[in-house]
């Protein structure tokens, strides 16, 4: 079954502590990319990669940063997370029509 | 800048009723316009992409057409369900940005029985 999956769903963590969310998809998928959504401003792209190694700023990448080292994985890192970063996070690939396919979501809130 | 907006921001309709969702942008310039559906919580479901070449694109009891020149474009929902209660978003993909991709704020669907 394709799959786009994110880890962790849920997490509650406090300012300034490094956090990790990772995505992984099994669709063997070129493009991967982060998203955030928040209440009144939609969702807003923070980075994407068209392939390993190869990553790109979207419209919000300030206070993230990415990584590709394999094609299936694209983890999602907030050095040092702060209260404005709560938000819904979405990670998302694109398929060889050129739709978007998203994962689940992971929800953060930062205390 | 490519501006996305949706009209109406929420929409109450009885079961059985043909209704419209509309999606506009600021610049022309895209590769293709992409509709989703998001259920309370839950992740983003494509429902249709058009390319930019195309003008509609059909499936089951949704059209999805594009006006590249006027900026719009429509998602048009025929007898509408109370399964259909959701948030529908538009995305278009900026040409000439990469993969860039820039969301509406959606449309929120309640059907009613």
């Known amino acids: 079954e394709a799959q786009v999956t994110q880890n962790p769903r849920y997490l509650i963590t406090v300012t300034g502590k490094k956090l990790t969310v990772t995505c992984s998809q099994n669709?063997?998928?070129?493009?991967m990319s982060w998203y955030r959504q928040d209440p009144g401003l939609g969702l807003r792209q923070i980075y994407y990669s068209m392939n390993v190694e190869v990553t790109d700023k979207g419209d919000v990448p300030e206070g993230y940063k990415v990584s590709r080292k394999e094609k299936r994985n694209f983890p999602l890192i907030l050095e040092s997370p702060s209260p404005n970063q709560t938000s819904l996070y979405f990670c998302?690939?694109?398929?060889?029509?050129?739709?978007?396919?998203f994962g689940p979501g992971t929800r953060l809130t930062v205390t | 800048k490519q501006e996305v907006t949706q009209i109406p921001a929420a929409l109450s309709v009885p079961e059985g009723e043909n209704l419209v969702l509309n999606c506009s942008f600021t610049?022309?310039?895209?590769?293709?316009l992409q509709w989703f559906r998001q259920d309370p919580g839950k992740g983003l479901t494509s429902l249709l992409l058009i390319q930019s070449s195309q003008r509609e694109q059909t499936s089951g009891r949704l059209n999805a057409s594009l006006d590249k020149s006027s900026g719009r474009s429509t998602l048009y929902i025929a007898a509408s369900q109370p399964g259909d209660s959701a948030t529908y978003l538009c995305?278009?993909?900026?040409?000439?940005?990469?993969?860039?991709?820039?969301f509406g704020p959606g449309t929120r669907l309640s059907v009613l029985p």
């Open positions: 669709m063997n998928h070129e493009y």
């Open positions: 995305a278009v993909r900026r040409a000439n940005y990469g993969q860039n991709f820039v």
């Open positions: 610049d022309s310039a895209i590769y293709n």
């Open positions: 998302a690939t694109i398929t060889g029509t050129h739709e978007q396919y």
